[in-house]
Structure formats: C-alpha cells, structure tokens
C-alpha cells in the first residue's frame, strides 16, 4: 500500500529558511516521481517542484526557482525542500505527493497534481512579513 508522509514545516520570518521532508513507501523499492505542492488560502494547489529519484532530475516553479532546492536524501523515495530566503508570499499549505515515474519532455515533467495519485496530508509553512 502506498503511503506519503510529510514533516517539517512551521512558521518563521521574511527572508528566513525551513526544510520540509516527505517519506514515500509501497513503491516496492522502484525509483518514483516525488513533487512539492502547495495551497495558499483563496488560491488553488500550485505545483512547487518534482523530481525523479532514479536519476535526482529536478523541476521547479519559476516562483521558487533559486530559492528553494528539492533533493533526494540517502533513504530511497525520502525527499526534502529546503526553502530559503521566504517571502510572505510563500505562505501555505504544502503537500507531497508521490507516483511511479513519467516522462513527458523530462522525468516528472511538467509539474502538474494530475500526474500524482498520492498524497501526504500537508504541512503549514507560515512566513510573516
């Protein structure tokens, strides 16, 4: 049975850091697409950042590109984001959401929800002005 479980998260200030870090299981050892989305109040699900863990293939949203990197820790299927330099902006829910690999003009491209059957239940990233 596949399972996502996400932790880290919290609140901090402007300009500051956090990482979160999502473990998936049930992938039967297979390297998997692992994505970072999130949910801001009054808005819908963005998609944050994916990547494949058989080769460590990244992709990013322009809106977190160079401030936040997705990597794959040594455990296989466990991923972390490390947010730096935050802005209010990045104030929501975030999600991590697992599924077997696609390749659509890259691993786990584009960053779309849709390409995702399961999920983790969110973590709130809060960041104060």
């Known amino acids: 049975q596949m399972q996502v479980v996400e932790s880290g998260g919290g609140s901090v200030q402007a300009g500051g850091?956090?990482?979160?870090?999502?473990?998936?299981?049930?992938f039967r050892g297979r390297s998997i697409c692992m994505g970072w989305f999130r949910q801001a109040p009054g808005k819908e699900r963005e998609g944050v950042a994916t990547i494949y863990t058989g080769i460590n293939a990244t992709n990013y949203a322009d809106s977190v590109r160079d401030r936040f990197t997705i990597s794959q820790d040594n455990t296989?299927?466990?991923?972390?984001?490390?947010?730096?330099?935050?802005?209010?902006?990045?104030?929501a829910i975030y999600y991590c959401a697992a599924d077997f690999?696609?390749?659509?003009?890259?691993?786990?491209y584009p960053i779309s929800e849709t390409?995702?059957?399961?999920?983790?239940?969110?973590?709130?990233?809060?960041?104060a002005s």
């Open 115 to 127: 390409a995702f059957n399961y999920w983790g239940q969110g973590t709130q990233v809060t960041v």
């Open 101 to 108: 690999p696609t390749y659509n003009g890259g691993w786990c």
């Open 76 to 91: 296989k299927n466990t991923v972390h984001l490390q947010m730096n330099n935050l802005k209010p902006d990045d104030t």
């Open 17 to 26: 850091s956090l990482r979160l870090s999502c473990a998936a299981s049930g």
